[in-house]
């Protein structure tokens, strides 16, 4: 009921953000009409298609996203009628006859019904559906742990009524919104005569509205335009409920145990590990097996770099404790479509000298057994199949290990081996633990599902080849794109020779995850650093000291590691060679 309540107030926070000023002309277009017969269906119709369309895409399927596609150009098709008609009802009623059942005629029709008091709500409730397939929301901190948890968990009824919540609310502050305007529209009616023009000014505004929808205005420029940061409000009311922060991997989150004397409560069973749809290493593992071991579940996938600084550490209590009844099994849960092939995954484990069993979770489903939110994660089991402990995030690795001793004293082991010393890890690489005092930039995803502080001209456009121009300037944490590229739902795909991606970063280390073309051939790249080739010093492990390297395989890539004073700085990489596919940029 929490979250509900949440997602209304996220709803009703959106009339503050400059995304919704693409429908407003749509829906002030009514604001002088019945509430009840115009402008209610209006809105019911516009929350009622965006929960069930986001329903729907938030689950990754790639026939809802055309399918989503196709429905905002008929809508916008819908919406320029609509427009045509408030400016020239005679006029589109002779040039638009096609569409008049769908266009012209639905607002003349509408408007009729409503004088003559015969009600007009089904027609007002078309007109709203149309405009929900054309409401693109900023996706701010509660709607982002909706969809995120969707498309983590797979659709349900809960996800839907969240989505449905948020959507009502912003109805509610639109119905606010629209009651006030009407009374101004009303007032300025009866004393000035200008009804007419009125109205025609409002189907001007819903025109450059539709132009501004079908340019990708709607989901680039205005997101960057926000004059109220409704991003902190939003995050301040998640802030203030505990449990209800969106899932995403974090740098570092304590686990449930505080104290190295406190006892290690029960937080639940081990569930059943049968939703793997592969294994390595191992024959398929069974939880009943595993009885009187203690077991370590470690939730990862091999392009998160914070899988890949928490593993060395994994890899040594698998090492130390295997003889003393530790068995640790590794559940490779893919973020990305790349990471689900079973032939990346195997040569992952193979160049991470994974030795202990790992289980391919490429559905997700124990993933949803275990409740998980977080890559990695840690659950701490003991010899009687009961979750004692957990660990969200790299860090805490004293405390893990502890947890470990203490399990396997339960089950009876005796003449452990001295804990290993944290500090002594031979950390090399990607696997050398983040600079947090430096560390001012956040994973940030390309493709455009979500992406956040994209700075090109004119937003990013889906699904379609555009040429696109990097800013001469990046705040800190922006970044664009330069060249001919198509961005899907996951990545940006270089269509042409020469294209370039730039990011305004403070951080220690640079990485972005990176996928050769889709046939697996090599792309060769340039790295440069505040318009300069980058220094040998700072070259990260991928780079070669003339800042040079090669794409060759689908995976996370070091580019940058500075060695001296980190500051911030502009990194830029050039692609030589067209087909790359970018994914997601990382620090630490």
């Given at each position: 009921m929490l979250l509900l309540l949440l997602a209304y107030l996220?709803?009703?926070?959106?009339?503050?953000?400059?995304?919704?000023?693409?429908?407003?002309?749509?829906?002030?277009?009514?604001?002088?009409?019945?509430?009840?017969?115009?402008?209610?269906?209006?809105?019911?119709?516009?929350?009622?298609?965006?929960?069930?369309?986001?329903?729907?895409?938030?689950?990754?399927?790639?026939?809802?996203?055309?399918?989503?596609?196709?429905?905002?150009?008929?809508?916008?098709?819908?919406?320029?009628?609509?427009?045509?008609?408030?400016?020239?009802?005679?006029?589109?009623?002779h040039l638009l006859a096609p569409f008049q059942r769908v266009g012209a005629r639905l607002s003349a029709r509408a408007d009729?019904?409503?004088?003559?008091?015969?009600?007009?709500?089904?027609?007002s409730l078309l007109i709203g559906i149309a405009t929900g397939l054309l409401w693109a929301p900023c996706a701010g901190p509660i709607l982002g742990l909706v969809l995120t948890g969707a498309a983590l968990h797979g659709a349900s009824v809960g996800t839907s009524a969240l989505l449905l919540a948020y959507a009502l609310g912003a109805a509610t502050a639109l119905a606010l919104a629209v009651w006030i305007g009407g009374r101004v529209f009303n007032a300025l009616q009866a004393r000035l005569g200008l009804g007419d023009v009125l109205r025609k000014v409002l189907g001007v505004a819903a025109l450059v509205a539709v132009v501004a929808i079908g340019l990708g205005w709607d989901t680039g420029l205005l997101t960057r335009l926000s004059t109220v940061s409704t991003a902190r409000i939003e995050q301040g009311l998640l802030d203030a409920v505990p449990g209800a922060q969106p899932a995403a991997p974090?740098?570092?989150?304590?686990?449930?145990?505080?104290?190295?004397?406190?006892?290690?409560?029960?937080?639940?069973?081990?569930?059943?590990?049968?939703?793997?749809?592969?294994?390595?290493?191992?024959?398929?593992?069974?939880?009943?097996?595993?009885?009187?071991?203690?077991?370590?579940?470690?939730?990862?996938?091999?392009?998160?770099?914070?899988?890949?600084?928490?593993?060395?550490?994994?890899?040594?209590?698998?090492?130390?404790?295997?003889d003393h009844g530790l068995v640790v099994v590794g559940v490779h849960t893919p973020e990305f479509a790349f990471?689900?092939?079973?032939?990346?995954?195997?040569?992952?484990?193979?160049?991470?000298?994974?030795?202990?069993?790992?289980?391919?979770?490429?559905?997700?489903?124990?993933?949803?057994?275990?409740?998980?939110?977080?890559?990695?994660?840690?659950?701490?089991?003991?010899?009687?199949?009961?979750?004692?402990?957990?660990?969200?995030?790299?860090?805490?690795?004293?405390?893990?290990?502890?947890?470990?001793?203490?399990?396997?004293?339960?089950?009876?082991?005796?003449?452990?081996?001295?804990?290993?010393?944290?500090?002594?890890?031979?950390?090399?690489?990607?696997?050398?633990?983040?600079?947090?005092?430096?560390?001012?930039?956040?994973?940030?995803?390309?493709?455009?599902a979500r992406a956040e502080h994209f700075a090109s001209a004119g937003g990013q456009r889906t699904d379609v080849a555009f040429d696109y121009t990097l800013p001469a300037s990046l705040a800190l944490n922006q970044w664009g794109l330069s060249g001919r590229w198509t961005v899907t739902d996951e990545a940006a795909q270089l269509q042409q020779a020469g294209g370039r991606i730039a990011f305004q970063f403070h951080a220690r280390d640079l990485h972005l995850v990176l996928a050769p073309t889709q046939d697996g051939t090599p792309v060769r790249f340039r790295v440069w650093l505040d318009g300069k080739p980058l220094p040998a010093a700072d070259a990260g492990s991928d780079v070669g000291a003339d800042g040079s390297g090669v794409v060759n395989e689908n995976r996370l890539y070091q580019l940058v590691r500075q060695r001296g004073t980190v500051g911030p700085h502009r990194f830029e990489i050039e692609f030589l060679d067209a087909g790359v596919q970018a994914y997601a940029f990382t620090f630490g």
């Open positions: 996220g709803g009703v926070l959106t009339l503050l953000s400059p995304c919704i000023l693409p429908v407003l002309p749509f829906v002030f277009a009514r604001a002088n009409r019945p509430f009840l017969r115009s402008t209610l269906p209006l809105l019911l119709g516009m929350a009622l298609t965006f929960a069930v369309v986001a329903s729907l895409a938030a689950v990754g399927s790639q026939w809802v996203a055309q399918a989503n596609q196709i429905g905002r150009w008929v809508a916008l098709v819908l919406m320029a009628v609509f427009a045509l008609a408030l400016l020239w009802p005679r006029l589109a009623d009729a019904a409503d004088d003559d008091g015969r009600g007009g709500a089904w027609t974090p740098m570092m989150m304590a686990g449930a145990t505080a104290g190295a004397d406190a006892p290690l409560p029960v937080e639940g069973t081990l569930p059943s590990l049968d939703g793997a749809t592969g294994w390595l290493n191992s024959p398929p593992l069974k939880a009943e097996q595993l009885r009187g071991k203690v077991v370590l579940i470690d939730f990862w996938t091999y392009s998160c770099i914070n899988c890949l600084r928490a593993m060395p550490f994994v890899h040594e209590w698998e090492r130390r404790y295997r990471e689900r092939d079973p032939r990346n995954v195997m040569k992952a484990v193979q160049q991470l000298k994974v030795e202990y069993p790992v289980a391919l979770d490429n559905q997700y489903s124990i993933w949803r057994a275990f409740n998980n939110q977080y890559w990695p994660a840690q659950y701490f089991v003991d010899a009687q199949g009961s979750i004692r402990a957990h660990q969200f995030g790299e860090g805490n690795y004293a405390h893990s290990e502890q947890v470990i001793r203490r399990l396997l004293t339960e089950a009876g082991q005796t003449d452990l081996p001295p804990p290993a010393d944290p500090a002594a890890a031979d950390l090399q690489g990607v696997a050398t633990q983040a600079d947090m005092g430096n560390l001012r930039s956040p994973e940030t995803y390309l493709g455009h």
